[in-house]
């Protein structure tokens, strides 16, 4: 069996290897020349994966090692026969801790208590649901809104237009362009008139939900915006960073934990498809060395950001504006390679 993977995926070897031949390469540049001979592919959300990558080629299985699965083009996948799996919940801990992190550090920067804002939470999956549990241990008031669960008769969801009137706004819905409930450039410019004006919105699902356009023009007339993900990335507006008030590379679930946990869960639907006995399914290490925090210490806030710091995130992300505009691109993905993988806290 040969199996094709992105070279950024944890444990490749130590899972898919036991079963066949596994080739490595950079996801953005694998083509359907690669995949001639392939029976499996293992990627992320920087490989579109549809008929143009996969016609003619005897690929059964896409697995993706990502929470989201907008670069897959699930109704081809299924029309051709070829089972495809991702890793919903993978990263959710991490995530939120993120997005955590990016809130106590605007906060700081804008003079905000943190403990004072009403947070508007939009959409409470795997990521919102953990994030609006944190919260409420710390004592903030929190407002959760999202559509397909209401309709689905979860309770205590309010609607749209309560969450514009929150101190804080963030969002973390898949990104979808068809159904009821489309999250394909949701935030524009309408909703943003909508956020009071002192709001702050955070982003930490998929840069296209906000309309950057949009998104440029409210923060040229006052607007604040802490953003882990970026409209259109790689390709970042420089004015658009340069108005963010807290400003990470995409790296809000990179966390060894969550890696670790998204191949284990590629790795056991890899094994159903193809019928064979799926062996231990590769671990991250011990998390000893993970600080226990106190959520309700006096110096919380310190603490986690030393544990988690979005500071140095940010200053790394600015230093693209130092660069040639031909350059961004790839400085922003080489961010995202080389980043230094954390561990979830224990909280």
């Not at 540049?29 to 029976?39: F, G, K, P, S, V």
């Not at 009403?118 to 407002?143: A, C, D, H, M």
Request: with cysteine; aromatic share 6%; glycine share 8%.
């Amino acid at each position: 069996m040969k199996i094709v993977a992105d070279e950024r995926i944890a444990a490749l070897d130590e899972a898919f290897a036991r079963h066949g031949e596994v080739v490595c390469m950079p996801g953005r540049a694998i083509t359907r020349d690669d995949l001639a001979d392939a029976d499996a592919l293992i990627t992320r959300t920087v490989t579109p994966v549809n008929e143009s990558l996969l016609k003619g080629t005897p690929v059964r299985f896409v697995g993706t090692a990502t929470i989201g699965s907008d670069h897959l083009d699930i109704a081809y996948l299924e029309a051709q026969g070829i089972h495809w799996a991702s890793a919903p919940g993978c990263n959710a801990v991490t995530t939120a801790q993120h997005t955590l992190a990016m809130y106590f550090l605007a906060c700081q920067r804008l003079g905000k208590d943190p403990y004072a804002q009403r947070f508007g939470i939009v959409g409470v999956g795997n990521v919102g649901s953990r994030l609006q549990g944190l919260l409420q241990r710390l004592g903030i008031e929190t407002l959760a809104c999202d559509p397909p669960l209401a309709e689905q008769g979860q309770a205590g969801l309010v609607e749209m237009s309560a969450i514009y009137d929150c101190d804080v706004v963030s969002l973390h819905v898949p990104l979808t362009r068809e159904g009821r409930w489309p999250t394909w450039r949701m935030v524009n410019a309408s909703a943003l008139d909508a956020l009071g004006a002192d709001a702050l919105l955070i982003n930490a699902c998929r840069g296209d939900v906000i309309d950057g356009t949009a998104l440029l023009d409210w923060q040229n007339r006052g607007g604040k915006a802490a953003l882990d993900v970026w409209p259109g990335e790689p390709e970042i507006d420089p004015p658009t960073l340069e108005n963010t008030v807290v400003a990470t590379p995409h790296i809000a679930g990179y966390s060894l934990d969550g890696k670790f946990r998204a191949s284990a869960m590629v790795y056991q639907e890899f094994c159903r498809c193809f019928g064979v006995e799926p062996r231990p399914a590769p671990r991250a290490p011990a998390n000893g060395d993970a600080p226990e925090l106190d959520i309700n210490a006096e110096h919380f806030i310190e603490s986690f950001l030393h544990a988690l710091p979005v500071e140095r995130d940010d200053a790394a992300m600015r230093n693209l504006l130092a660069l040639p505009a031909s350059e961004r691109s790839a400085g922003f993905e080489a961010l995202r390679a080389n980043y230094p993988l954390r561990r979830d806290l224990n909280l």
